[in-house]
């Protein structure tokens, strides 16, 4: 009997064995995948450029000793937030590169709704700039103002308080927003119409 005990304990030890092995090899494909995912994850978060030398004109200029912080635009929540990221970058030559300073100035670029989304999160949430930088486009992503289009032009009037002069100038500034940019004889067109 203790032969057939000892026998099956060893049968018993070998299926464990079994058993493990499987979920070990099971555990280490899904960490894998997720990896595979996470690291897929990524490229796609960074296809839109957000790095400094996606954003900046002349990434590889620096400025001297002695930089002094420059007078950021503020972005208030409101606008274009890609347009305000690429501003941002430009203003920081000479330290753009140095990712916790770029990090670190980021915030006096922002005022309003802007900066209350800044100050909420902990100073130790983002570990890069681009993690921040995405963050920032992900929650103003719908802040952002749409272009005009040609229906928009038609419904403009000439307010009550303005001279035909401020008018056309105002309908001129409205329709270099507009997408796809207008020819002159469809400028011309659209503003007798409107």
């Known amino acids: 009997m203790p032969h057939q005990l000892h026998s099956e304990v060893n049968q018993h030890r070998e299926a464990e064995k079994e058993v493990r092995a499987k979920a070990d090899e099971y555990m280490a494909k899904e ?32 400025l001297l000793a002695g930089y002094k912080v420059p007078k950021f635009d503020m972005f208030d929540g409101k606008g274009n937030r890609r347009a305000h990221l690429r501003s941002y970058c430009h203003k920081l030559v000479g330290v753009g590169k140095d990712e916790a300073i770029r990090m670190k100035l980021f915030i006096r670029s922002l005022t309003r709704e802007a900066i209350d989304w800044h100050t909420i999160q902990g100073p130790q949430k983002w570990r890069s700039w681009s993690v921040m930088a995405q963050e920032f486009m992900d929650r103003f992503r719908f802040n952002t103002e749409t272009n005009p289009d040609k229906f928009y032009l038609m419904t403009l009037e ?19 927003r507009v997408q796809p940019p207008m020819g002159e004889d469809e400028m011309t067109t659209n503003f007798i119409r409107s």
């Open 31 to 62: 960490i894998h995948e997720l990896k595979k995912a996470f690291k897929n994850l990524k490229i796609v978060r960074s296809m839109e450029g957000l790095e400094y030398e996606d954003l900046c004109v002349h990434p590889d200029v620096d």
């Open 158 to 176: 000439k307010k009550t308080i303005e001279s035909f002069r401020e008018y056309a100038m105002r309908w001129r500034a409205e329709t270099a």
